[in-house]
């Protein structure tokens, strides 16, 4: 089964690029391009990509607002993997917050790209470089820097969940290090999210940094 | 109860005795004009009289030269690290005091200068004063006869009567610490007022932090649009080239033009903002905008060009990096037409619209000169200037008219 891919960026030689990029591999295929996030939600819901590969600035309708759009409108939406220059773009961590799955710098090797996108692809894990949690920390609140999560009532399993959703990893990949079965990982995952007031893995991790739960310079 | 504390740690306080010294060095500093005044007033005496020539004497040598000496930009200067050194205080941008000759500030120097000669020098001659004084307080009940204190006047019967002066002495050094502390403390105080920058000056300060960090950001942003994205475009078509090397040379072939044209393009966007860096006047004079356009127009006007000028919109919603670049388009494309088309007549269109700018220069083609090409210097400027905000030029002969046309976007896609 080969893994659909839409590009969306408005610099044509970036999409052609990662296009033949993609292509070369046989397990993924680009679907469809756009070169402003305008049309995304739409092209999404006729192609079905697994992943989608989103440019943040972009004319007319950028990067963050069409991957609001598109996990809004969508049903099952595709994964959002956000493209950028530079790591400390700070709209790169608008775009997280308004759900993207991981982010992924331009100058990222080929090798990289695919292993990005099958990663993203293949189920609940998050892409987060390390440049994330600089960017984290810095948005932080200043109030709530440092205070960790002590609100929020984790029970400690759930906070060891939360740590390791935070190194990227999948609920099957988990509930192998917890010696758990997936569901239950699954469940926990839910009360963290409920507990954390959290849309989705994104969010509540974006939480964990700005929180100082996790530390920027921790694991 | 906390108070109580700070109050009793006065004595040990390292600050207490960095400010003494202050105090002491202030102090050092009487004695010269002293000296001074003791050879000027003898040297008027028989002229005026003793009581006129003291009086011109002290007034001359305690009160207008350190007066004079206190207003030097020197003497501020090394007041201030004295200051920051042993008071402890922080009195403001070093830099901006540097250029201040104002008379304000010198005022507000050679009263700062006085006040530490005067203070310092009470406190100087308490503490050299006091400790013989003490000694002999100390001394007094166990000896008879008159006991004078040091170099002090009163004197002090000696024997048992006396023993009361003892604790009265021994505490005296303690009451000159905090008495130093305080005045150290009050000068401190005073240090901003009298060694900071004046409100004027300060501002002045921020005004120009706050342009360089528009600069800064400015350059940041030029840097970010034009050679990051030439950059990010050569990564990825030469990682792409790489892949496809074999399976499809097609693509590989078009992908080393298309990093050759990036590259090159990121190369001269680059060289653009170096030249900005290196163009330090850039940050210090303000860089005219739009709204200078009147004035560009008058002294191309008065420069033999016939102008004609038509403005649709306002240009006060132009935001100022557009408004700045569009200027110099219009300044370029007037010097372009001087320069290649001679003393022909211009018109200059400028079209303010809801989400572009757009700006047309016209003039009439010179048949008798020889028809340049596009490329000359004035018009790859003027290219490099819309590029860099995602803009679009046309130029070249139309009809019987060398046109060019720009149409900038007013807000830069995010």
Same mark, same amino acid.
């Given at each position: 089964?080969?893994?659909?891919?839409?590009?969306?960026?408005?610099?044509?030689?970036?999409?052609?690029?990662?296009?033949?990029?993609?292509?070369?591999?046989?397990?993924?295929?680009?679907?469809?391009? @756009?070169?402003?996030?305008?049309?995304?939600?739409?092209?999404?819901?006729?192609?079905?990509?697994?992943?989608?590969?989103?440019?943040?600035?972009?004319?007319?309708?950028?990067?963050?607002?069409?991957?609001?759009?598109?996990?809004?409108?969508?049903?099952?939406?595709?994964?959002?993997?956000?493209?950028?220059?530079?790591?400390?773009?700070?709209?790169?961590?608008?775009?997280?917050?308004?759900?993207?799955?991981?982010?992924?710098?331009?100058?990222?090797?080929?090798?990289?790209?695919?292993?990005?996108?099958?990663?993203?692809?293949?189920?609940?894990?998050?892409?987060?470089? +390390? =440049?994330?949690?600089?960017?984290? @920390?810095?948005?932080?609140?200043?109030? +709530? +820097?440092?205070?960790?999560?002590?609100?929020?009532?984790?029970?400690?399993?759930? =906070?060891?969940?939360?740590?390791?959703?935070?190194?990227?990893?999948?609920?099957?990949?988990?509930?192998?290090?917890?010696?758990?079965? @997936?569901?239950?990982?699954?469940?926990?995952?839910?009360?963290?999210?409920?507990?954390?007031?959290?849309?989705?893995?994104?969010?509540?991790?974006?939480? =964990?940094?700005?929180?100082?739960?996790?530390?920027?310079?921790?694991? | 109860?906390?108070?109580?504390?700070?109050?009793?740690?006065?004595?040990?306080? !390292? !600050?207490?005795?960095?400010?003494?010294?202050?105090?002491?060095?202030?102090?050092?500093?009487?004695?010269?004009?002293?000296?001074?005044?003791?050879?000027?007033?003898?040297?008027?005496?028989?002229?005026?009289?003793?009581?006129?020539?003291?009086?011109?004497?002290?007034?001359?040598?305690? /009160?207008?030269?350190?007066?004079?000496?206190?207003?030097?930009?020197?003497?501020?200067?090394?007041?201030?690290?004295?200051?920051?050194?042993?008071?402890?205080?922080?009195?403001?941008?070093?830099?901006?005091?540097?250029?201040?000759?104002?008379?304000?500030?010198?005022?507000?120097?050679?009263?700062?200068?006085?006040?530490?000669?005067?203070?310092?020098?009470?406190?100087?001659?308490?503490?050299?004063?006091?400790?013989?004084?003490?000694?002999?307080?100390?001394?007094?009940?166990?000896?008879?006869?008159?006991?004078?204190?040091?170099?002090?006047?009163?004197?002090?019967?000696?024997?048992?009567?006396?023993?009361?002066?003892?604790?009265? #002495?021994?505490?005296?050094?303690?009451?000159?610490?905090?008495?130093?502390?305080?005045?150290?403390?009050?000068?401190?105080?005073?240090?901003?007022?009298?060694?900071?920058?004046?409100?004027?000056?300060?501002?002045?300060? &921020?005004?120009?932090?706050?342009?360089?960090?528009?600069?800064?950001?400015?350059?940041?942003?030029? &840097?970010?649009?034009?050679?990051?994205?030439? %950059?990010?475009?050569?990564? /990825?078509?030469?990682?792409? #080239?790489?892949?496809?090397?074999?399976?499809?040379?097609?693509?590989?072939? *078009?992908?080393?033009?298309?990093?050759?044209?990036?590259?090159?393009?990121?190369?001269?966007?680059?060289?653009?903002?170096?030249? %900005?860096?290196?163009?330090?006047?850039?940050?210090?004079?303000?860089?005219?905008?739009?709204?200078?356009?009147?004035?560009?127009?008058?002294?191309?006007?008065?420069?033999?060009?016939?102008?004609?000028?038509?403005?649709?919109?306002?240009?006060?919603?132009?935001?100022?990096?557009?408004?700045?670049?569009?200027?110099?388009?219009?300044?370029?494309? $007037?010097?372009?037409?001087?320069?290649?088309?001679?003393?022909?007549?211009?018109?200059?269109? %400028?079209?303010?619209?809801?989400?572009? $700018?757009?700006?047309? $220069?016209?003039?009439?083609?010179?048949?008798?000169?020889?028809?340049?090409?596009?490329?000359?210097?004035?018009?790859?400027?003027? *290219?490099?200037?819309?590029?860099?905000?995602?803009? *679009?030029?046309?130029?070249?002969?139309?009809?019987? *008219?060398?046109?060019?046309?720009?149409?900038?976007?007013?807000?830069?896609?995010?």
């Amino acid at each position: 089964m080969t893994l659909g891919v839409v590009l969306v960026d408005d610099e044509p030689l970036i999409r052609s690029g990662l296009r033949a990029i993609i292509n070369a591999e046989p397990d993924l295929e680009v679907l469809g391009e @756009a070169e402003d996030g305008a049309g995304v939600t739409a092209m999404v819901r006729r192609l079905r990509p697994d992943v989608v590969l989103m440019d943040v600035r972009m004319p007319v309708v950028d990067g963050i607002e069409a991957t609001r759009r598109l996990l809004a409108n969508v049903d099952d939406p595709p994964r959002v993997l956000v493209l950028t220059t530079f790591e400390n773009d700070d709209y790169v961590f608008d775009a997280l917050r308004a759900g993207a799955s991981g982010f992924l710098l331009k100058r990222a090797r080929p090798d990289e790209v695919v292993r990005a996108i099958r990663l993203l692809a293949a189920g609940d894990s998050l892409l987060f470089p +390390s =440049a994330i949690r600089e960017l984290a @920390a810095r948005h932080a609140p200043a109030a +709530s +820097s440092g205070s960790g999560l002590d609100g929020a009532g984790l029970t400690d399993r759930e =906070a060891q969940v939360l740590r390791l959703v935070a190194q990227g990893l999948s609920n099957a990949e988990i509930a192998a290090q917890l010696v758990v079965s @997936a569901e239950t990982v699954k469940t926990h995952v839910a009360h963290v999210l409920t507990k954390l007031g959290a849309r989705d893995r994104t969010q509540a991790v974006i939480r =964990a940094y700005q929180s100082g739960f996790i530390a920027p310079e921790g694991p | 109860m906390g108070r109580a504390r700070d109050l009793l740690s006065v004595p040990a306080s !390292s !600050s207490t005795w960095r400010r003494f010294a202050y105090l002491v060095v202030g102090a050092a500093l009487v004695p010269p004009f002293g000296t001074l005044a003791g050879f000027v007033a003898p040297a008027l005496e028989p002229g005026i009289g003793t009581a006129a020539a003291w009086t011109v004497a002290i007034f001359v040598c305690g /009160v207008a030269l350190p007066v004079a000496i206190g207003m030097l930009a020197p003497v501020r200067a090394l007041e201030i690290a004295a200051a920051r050194l042993l008071l402890n205080v922080e009195v403001g941008e070093a830099g901006v005091v540097d250029g201040g000759a104002s008379w304000s500030t010198r005022r507000r120097s050679a009263t700062w200068f006085v006040a530490h000669l005067v203070v310092g020098g009470v406190i100087g001659t308490l503490t050299v004063v006091l400790p013989p004084a003490v000694v002999a307080a100390c001394y007094a009940p166990f000896t008879s006869g008159d006991v004078q204190l040091g170099q002090l006047d009163p004197t002090v019967p000696g024997g048992p009567g006396s023993a009361w002066i003892v604790p009265l #002495a021994l505490l005296a050094p303690v009451a000159l610490v905090y008495l130093a502390a305080a005045s150290g403390a009050g000068l401190a105080l005073a240090a901003p007022r009298l060694l900071g920058p004046t409100p004027a000056e300060r501002m002045a300060a &921020l005004e120009r932090h706050a342009m360089r960090l528009a600069e800064r950001n400015r350059l940041a942003r030029e &840097l970010h649009d034009s050679v990051g994205h030439a %950059l990010a475009i050569v990564t /990825v078509q030469a990682g792409a #080239a790489g892949r496809v090397l074999d399976s499809d040379p097609a693509f590989a072939r *078009q992908a080393l033009t298309d990093i050759e044209t990036s590259a090159r393009n990121g190369l001269r966007d680059l060289d653009h903002v170096l030249g %900005l860096l290196r163009d330090d006047t850039a940050v210090r004079a303000p860089t005219p905008t739009l709204a200078d356009l009147q004035r560009l127009v008058a002294s191309t006007r008065s420069a033999g060009v016939d102008v004609t000028a038509a403005l649709t919109g306002s240009i006060d919603d132009v935001p100022q990096a557009v408004s700045r670049e569009a200027y110099r388009i219009v300044q370029e494309s $007037l010097t372009n037409a001087a320069r290649h088309a001679g003393q022909v007549p211009v018109s200059l269109s %400028l079209t303010v619209g809801a989400k572009h $700018l757009e700006l047309e $220069l016209s003039n009439p083609l010179d048949a008798s000169r020889p028809r340049r090409s596009g490329g000359g210097r004035g018009l790859n400027g003027i *290219q490099e200037r819309v590029t860099s905000l995602r803009g *679009q030029v046309t130029a070249g002969p139309d009809a019987e *008219q060398w046109r060019i046309a720009v149409r900038l976007p007013l807000h830069p896609a995010p």
